[in-house]
Nanobody, 124 residues
Framework: QVQLVESGGGLVQAGGSLRLSCAASGGTASRYVMGWFRQAPGKEREFVATISRSGTSTDYAGSVKGRFTISRDNAKNTVYLQMASLKAEDTAIYYC?????????????????WGQGAQVTVSS
């Protein structure tokens, strides 16, 4: 079992930057593919970014590609989401997730472990 706790959310102005962190405990971080998902008010939760166990492979949703960067530090059991050039439409609750089976995945259904979420609000 692994527990995930997000941090770093908050209020930022459009065009600004913010870094989210997801700390994992109860497991070895390197055994898990990690992902970030988000859910805006009134919308379904959607994929944002994912990173392979070693950190060598990443994938992003088209809406965030070029603006967001996912990374991980397995020694710290932590995955990050660096968000830049933020837009109002990025406002959402951001969730980190982990899975030990897939190599890398954009699909919510592949992830077995989820954090409680971090609110990100972008003002304009």
């Amino acid at each position: 079992q692994v527990q995930l706790v997000e941090s770093g959310g908050g209020l930022v102005q459009a065009g600004g930057s913010l870094r989210l962190s997801c700390a994992a405990s109860g497991g070895t971080a390197s055994r898990y593919v990690m992902g970030w998902f988000r859910q805006a008010p009134g919308k379904e939760r959607e994929f944002v970014a994912t990173i392979s166990r070693s950190g060598t492979s990443t994938d992003y949703a088209g809406s965030v590609k070029g603006r967001f960067t996912i990374s991980r530090d397995n020694a710290k059991n932590t995955v990050y989401l660096q968000m830049a050039s933020l837009k109002a439409e990025d406002t959402a609750i951001y969730y980190c997730a982990a899975d030990r089976t897939a190599y890398i995945s954009t699909r919510q259904m592949d992830y077995d472990y989820w954090g409680q979420g971090a609110q990100v609000t972008v003002s304009s």
